[in-house]
């Protein structure tokens, strides 16, 4: 038996071994021509990336990466975009089938939590040869750049429109309150020659038997400034951004809204120190040099000095006007230190102050008590909760304005509030 196995062996073998060589030599020249196919090429592809020069905080912003396929065959294409740092996203990857002469574009979307210089890498593309025996990487290092983050100028641009057009609606779970025109009534009046047709009062004309128009005289342009508190109490998170971008976002949406009123916008900063001033103006650039302006602000660790507020207030804001004071108070004895300055300065001014809730306290005290530690934590939150009810009462009760509102319902609130005290004529 042994002695077949051996014959059929040495029959057989010089066979297998030849037909292995075959497979070898076959399989090098496949591989060869793979590879050929593949790297022999000066530029199989091209990519880019399309964005914006500047990002918008807070909000979804569009990246596009569009490759063009040069190869004569289909190639399965693997993009890595090396994403600015800010993002933490270090294993981002997108595959596309990219057909011969055809270019693919892939979208994503960033949502940048922090204002400041975003700086985006390289482009990484892995294509594969026609068998996917090899893969090829190319790196197009001209697509390093850097961003820049601003304050959430999607969302102004929206308020914009919908100020232009005069039908500031539905800005997020409540309606927003709107003026009726650039002028306010005075009188009815006999009509002259001169006087627009359109304005004759029909009712009153029937009344005294002849012709009376209404009068109307311009809106009175107002003084509105965002007073911007940038203290340690600034610096608390919620869903990615800091109170502080809350704030900068409402101002820029604020006095943007403003300035489509007729109304001057200005902004104040402060801390422990007096930081940026842009006086309140109509000027062309007004909202570029607020925005340049917003851009730039960080917030500091220290405690907030309002007497340094109330002293630059008194010294550069000699019109009575309507400030919108954007801080935070945790208790009432952090109220109650600062406010003899605010009480002095709703002497001279229209003073309304924006602080936020805290919604993780909210939710805690409306679940259901499960333990002991439930029961201390849900009691906790509780009094925390009273205790921003106390300081809007007690704000009230010196007649200063007051909104006590979720970050998220920050700039609705806001710009509500400004509408009706503009309507009302209060400033």
């Known amino acids: 038996m042994i002695l077949i196995l051996a014959f059929v062996l040495s029959f057989f073998l010089p066979w297998l071994l030849l037909v292995t060589k075959i497979a070898v030599i076959a399989l090098a020249v496949i591989v060869l021509v793979d590879a050929a196919t593949l790297f022999l090429p000066r530029r199989p ?109 999607f969302l102004m641009r929206q308020y914009e429109l919908k100020a232009f057009s005069n039908n500031l609606q539905d800005g997020g779970s409540k309606k927003i309150r709107k003026i009726g025109h650039s002028l306010e009534f005075e009188q009815i009046k006999e009509y002259v020659r001169g006087d627009d047709i359109r304005s004759i009062n029909w009712k009153a004309t029937a009344r005294k038997g002849g012709l009376m128009v209404n009068n109307y005289t311009d809106e009175k342009s107002q003084q509105v400034y965002c007073l911007i508190d940038k203290g340690r109490v600034m610096k608390s998170p919620f869903n990615g951004l800091s109170l502080l971008d809350y704030a900068i976002n409402a101002s820029l949406i604020l006095s943007r809204v403003a300035l489509i009123k007729q109304d001057r916008a200005g902004l104040i900063t402060f801390d422990h120190q007096i930081g940026q001033v842009v006086p309140a103006s109509r000027v062309q650039g007004q909202m570029t040099n607020i925005l340049e302006t917003l851009y730039n602000q960080q917030t500091r660790y220290l405690e907030t000095d309002y007497e340094k507020l109330y002293a630059q207030l008194k010294f550069r804001v000699n019109q009575r006007s309507l400030l919108i004071l954007f801080t935070n108070f945790e208790s009432m004895a952090g109220l109650e230190r600062q406010l003899p300055y605010l009480r002095a300065i709703s002497r001279s001014h229209l003073l309304l102050v924006v602080f936020f809730e805290n919604t993780e306290l909210n939710q805690i005290t409306s679940q259901k008590s499960q333990s002991l530690e439930d029961i201390y934590m849900k009691t906790i939150a509780e009094r925390f909760s009273y205790e921003k009810k106390r300081m809007v009462k007690e704000l009230r009760k010196h007649g200063i304005f007051t909104i006590l509102t979720e970050p998220e319902n920050l700039t609705i609130n806001t710009v509500n509030q400004y509408l009706e005290l503009k309507s009302r004529q209060a400033i």
Do not use: M, W
């Open 45 to 153: 592809i091209l990519a880019n990336r399309i964005c914006s020069d500047r990002f918008s905080n807070g909000d979804q912003n569009k990246v596009q990466l569009k490759v063009y396929n040069n190869f004569p065959f289909t190639s399965q294409i693997e993009i890595i975009d090396e994403l600015p740092i800010q993002f933490q996203i270090h294993d981002f990857s997108k595959k596309v089938a990219a057909k011969s002469k055809e270019s693919s574009i892939v979208e994503y979307s960033l949502r940048p939590v922090e204002r400041g210089e975003y700086h985006f890498g390289s482009l990484l593309v892995y294509c594969k040869s026609p068998l996917q025996l090899l893969i090829r990487r190319i790196e197009f290092t001209q697509e390093e750049r850097t961003i820049r983050v601003l304050p959430s100028y």
